[in-house]
């Protein structure tokens, strides 16, 4: 039995700021809802719309319905493209068939796209830092014509590169990347190809930046840091990474019912954040489990103001 009296361990809790939602996120989602609103349900969503179950199944409940591939799309519905951005050929297929289409790809991945377009142009071949098989990475990819880019994940594989012509390279990189991987592999590119152009900004987005930054902080002094993100979120997983390469321990989960009690033995600063396809519901969800186990001592460690608003696509503002 169970005293209720019994004293509760005190738990230093520092919550990340910034963290979940990025405004790419926040805009892919408010298209679903207000293509829902507009067309009426249900509306298809080619691939995840964000890498998040809670957001995909809050959605779903809406009247989304989500599919890996447009021929899964049924003639006359409506189709959302999901924020990692599609090749080219998705969306003319789309046209062919005379789909009605919303692309709701974040403007900075399709920042990337335009980008890459530019340096094929200019003769270049590109060499794409980035994750195989991640959607953003093959949306980038079917940008151009097979064969004019490469993908680089490691330095290995930046060692290992035979360019055709080594004076006519550019590079580009996944938008949800390490910031410290990524700056030591073009760090490699720059060293093995001196002449190898690179994007004005960051390639890695302004969000993916200030949450590993925030994360970086309370890792500093936590013994254990929980992310919550999904497992096949790029920015979640790397946060991951971040942490435990400050020292503490990290647990990536997806809600507070993951979260085991034996991982919070001897640890008294716990770090929380949450990646950029993460509600804040589920942060606050997380919260409250722990309150019901501890005494918790809240503090926000912020370390970036993030203000960053994305304008929806032209017919949906009215909805």
């Known amino acids: 039995m169970i005293h ?52 995909v199944d809050e959605l779903k409940k809406l009247g989304a319905i989500f599919v890996e591939e447009l021929d899964e799309v049924p003639d006359g519905v409506p189709v959302v493209f999901s924020a990692h951005g599609v090749p080219k050929a998705v969306p003319h297929k789309a046209e062919e068939r005379g789909l009605e289409y919303l692309d709701a790809t974040c403007p900075l991945v399709s920042k990337v796209h335009r980008q890459a377009e530019r340096q094929t142009d200019a003769g270049r071949h590109i060499i794409f830092v980035g994750h195989a098989n991640h959607p953003e990475v093959i949306g980038t990819f079917g940008q151009v014509a097979e064969g004019q880019m490469t993908l680089v994940e490691t330095l290995a594989d930046v060692a290992a590169l035979e360019p055709a012509d080594p004076d006519a390279l550019a590079f580009l990189t ?5 910031v410290d991987d990524t700056h030591a592999i073009v760090e490699a590119l720059q060293a093995r190809f001196p002449n190898i152009v690179g994007p004005k900004g960051e390639d890695i987005c302004y969000a993916t930046s200030n949450r590993q930054d925030a994360v970086k902080k309370i890792a500093e002094t936590c013994e254990l840091v929980l992310v919550i993100g999904a497992p096949n979120s790029s920015n979640s997983l790397r946060l991951v990474e971040v942490a435990e390469r400050c020292g503490a321990t990290a647990k990536l989960i997806q809600r507070a019912n ?24 589920l942060v606050n969800e997380v919260k409250g489990f722990l309150e019901e186990h501890f005494e918790i001592r809240e503090e926000k460690v ?7 608003v994305f304008k929806l696509p032209r017919g949906l503002e009215a909805a």
């Not at 996944?174 to 390490?178: A, E, G, N, P, R």
Request: aromatic share 6%.
């Open 4 to 55: 209720s009296d019994k004293q509760k361990r005190q738990i230093d809790l520092l919550v990340a700021a910034p963290r979940g939602f990025c405004a790419g996120v926040d805009r892919a989602i408010k298209i679903v809802e207000l293509a829902i609103k507009k067309y009426g349900a249900p509306v298809y969503v080619r691939h995840e719309i964000v890498h998040n179950r809670f957001v």
């Open 302 to 308: 912020q370390t970036a103001d993030e203000n960053m």
């Open 174 to 178: 996944q938008t949800t990347l390490s």
């Open 258 to 281: 993951e979260i085991e009690l034996a991982w919070l033995d001897n640890v008294n600063s716990l770090g929380l954040t949450a990646g950029a396809s993460a509600p804040e519901i």
